[in-house]
């Protein structure tokens, strides 16, 4: 397969100011995402979508591609990413040179490893995959312990079991989705408008990986995780 990898990063975030530019183990977030899908098998290029400059300076000192800087319509906060997913995915067939995956690497999940995106490229080889997403086991379940509230205050189960279930490990089991990696074929990302549009296939990777920086929590316990991996012997 040709496969090029891609980094979304706009330069505004509400959660973070600059949110990509922060940094991890003395690497920004940007640049951490950029050398995960250089560092792929297989990955022939890294190309960056941005409207930030400053990210796109940093980008390139990575060794990405920043051709332009990404439009503005596309990188409000109530843009959709799947908009600027297409907007690449055209230009790269203007250039012909349409791959036949699309390794998308978030920046915001910078202790992603090497192996969990060559397991999700390797799942997107096979037959009928439009995309592959990762997950990891989820600490609530809708089945369990997840409710809505009405009006009135009163709670009920987000899904309401046949019979009551009592033990958690009772419950089917529910995933979080992370945002380690997103492999896409790129020709449903031309036809499709979101991810579930298609066949979609899941790649477990551990919770400790797939911590993704949200918040200023978020970014510190990031920050702890990689400090104690770096310590382990």
Known sequence: MRVVGAVFARGGSQGIPNKNLEELG??????????AARAC????????????????????????????????????AEAHEWDAWQHLVSWLQEQGELP??????????????????????????????????????AARNPWFNMVTV??????????????????????????????VAFVVDPRFVQRATS?????????????TTAVDIDTLVDLEVARTLHSLSEEAP
């Open 26 to 35: 003395g690497r920004s977030l940007v640049a951490r995402a950029v050398d």
């Open 41 to 76: 098998p297989g990955v022939e290029r890294v190309v960056v979508s941005t409207d930030s400059p400053q990210i796109a300076e940093v980008a390139r000192a990575a060794g990405a591609e920043v051709p332009w800087l990404r439009p503005a319509h596309l990188a409000t």
């Open 100 to 137: 036949d995956r699309l390794l998308v690497v978030p920046a915001t999940a910078p202790l992603r490893s090497g192996a969990d995106l060559e397991r999700c490229l390797a799942a997107s080889a096979e037959p009928g995959v439009d995309v592959v997403i990762t997950v990891s086991p």
């Open 150 to 179: 009405d009006e009135r205050g009163q709670a009920r189960l987000v899904l309401e079991p046949p019979e009551r279930i009592h033990r958690r490990q009772d419950a089917p089991p529910v995933y979080d989705v992370g945002t």
């Open 195 to 207: 991810l579930y549009d298609g066949t979609v296939r899941a790649v477990e990777v551990a919770p």
